[in-house]
């Protein structure tokens, strides 16, 4: 089955520029598009995307507020792909913390938005630029940190954390911790249990925010 793809963005001509990258590769299909976030919900309703690429500057609805309507109303949502023009863009950390799963630059190269697709419906790994690690430090507070020294991790898990901080996939993580990936995955999903994160993006932004990891 291929993977299918919502192109969320107020430019035409962006939003043909990425139909046309993404319907060159086989295992990819465009099935919609919108000028606004205020007409994701009906269409993700209708279509059930695996990915929305949302734009974050949109007139009526930004993405920030469309992200948050997406995971607050649809049962099983999908994955949501940030596209914007300045990777150090607060709106893109914010349409993070609100539960998007990855970032994409508008002017990345063919391969890297077909990539970062592909990552994103796959869910194991996200794409989480240094730019807006930084600010995820700067945004962080003694609450992430209180939070974080409560979920008392194990060594393990602190590990597993730090490298799900560099983007590495479950199979990535097994190979520099020498495991299988089973057992990532178990250490993983206690991570997310334990932090009360959605998923990895959140335990990423939960990370940098309590000074758990910081920006290299």
């Known amino acids: ?12 001509l962006v939003r043909a520029g990425l139909r046309a990258v993404l319907e060159a590769q086989p295992d990819i299909e465009v099935v919609g598009e919108a000028a ?3 007409a994701v919900i009906p269409l993700v309703s209708r279509l059930r995307p695996d990915v929305v690429a949302m734009d974050v500057r949109m007139p009526l609805m930004d993405g920030i507020e469309a992200t948050r309507a997406v995971l607050r109303t649809v049962a099983d949502p999908p994955k949501i792909l940030v596209v914007t023009t300045f990777e150090n863009d607060e709106y893109v950390y914010e349409a993070l913390r609100a539960g998007a799963d990855g970032f994409l630059l508008k002017r990345a190269r063919p391969e890297e938005i077909v990539h970062a697709v592909r990552l994103v419906a796959e869910g194991e790994s996200l794409l989480f630029p240094a730019a807006v690690r930084q600010l995820a ?3 962080g507070t003694s609450k992430a940190r209180a939070a974080m020294d409560r979920a008392a991790l194990t060594d393990r898990e602190a590990a597993v954390l730090r490298l799900m901080a560099q983007g590495l996939s479950n199979a990535e993580i097994a190979g520099e911790l020498i495991v299988g990936v089973e057992t990532v995955k178990t250490h993983v999903s206690a991570v997310l249990a334990k932090l009360g994160a959605r ?7 939960a990370a940098y925010e309590s000074g758990f990891v910081t920006p290299r």
């Not at 793809?5 to 035409?12: A, I, K, S």
């Open 137 to 139: 430090a700067e945004y």
């Open 199 to 205: 998923d990895r993006t959140q335990a990423v932004i």
């Open 1 to 12: 089955m291929p993977v299918t793809v919502l192109l969320v963005d107020d430019e035409p």
């Open 36 to 38: 606004d976030g205020a």
